[in-house]
């Protein structure tokens, strides 16, 4: 169980890190204004969704799914975990929505500005902050 839960934890760290930086890439491909520069972010950021980001949340799924299981019959009880799964699922959300945004950037049809994306580059820091406040915590 301690080999899962430590994968389980360098997946989502992997995960977390990812999807700090994609949307700081999107902020400066927004802000470039030359053709070789918005290329070398499309580059950049098809690298870091599909070479990092994607399989570091399967990842996460699968080694998150595998501790749970070892602890099922104590998980499915507790209310901090369901809390903990819906965050988790805002968090897919985001994901998908950084997705949306690299297709949109990397076809040159994105409407959103730098500033969107400055703001957009904070909201994975607040779901991260719930997520290890109830796994650590574990307030209710």
């Known amino acids: 169980m ?24 999107f902020v ?18 098809r690298k870091l969704l599909r070479g990092i980001a ?21 998980y499915s009880t507790q ?15 985001y994901h998908h929505a950084c997705i949306v945004y690299f297709k949109q950037l990397r076809d040159d049809r994105c409407t959103k500005s730098h500033t969107f994306f400055r703001v957009f580059n904070e909201l994975p820091v607040f779901l991260l902050f719930g997520i290890v406040i109830l796994v650590v915590v574990k307030p209710f």
């Open 54 to 74: 994607n399989p570091a949340m399967i990842g996460t799924f699968i080694f998150g799914i595998w501790t749970s299981w070892f602890l099922w019959d104590y």
């Open 79 to 93: 209310v901090w975990y369901w809390c903990k799964i819906a965050l988790v699922a805002l968090m897919v959300v």
């Open 2 to 25: 301690l080999w899962t839960k430590a994968f389980h934890i360098i997946f989502v760290i992997s995960w977390m890190a990812a999807l700090f930086y994609l949307p700081r890439l």
């Open 28 to 45: 400066y491909h927004t802000m470039s204004e030359d053709d070789i520069s918005r290329e070398r972010f499309k580059i950049m950021e």
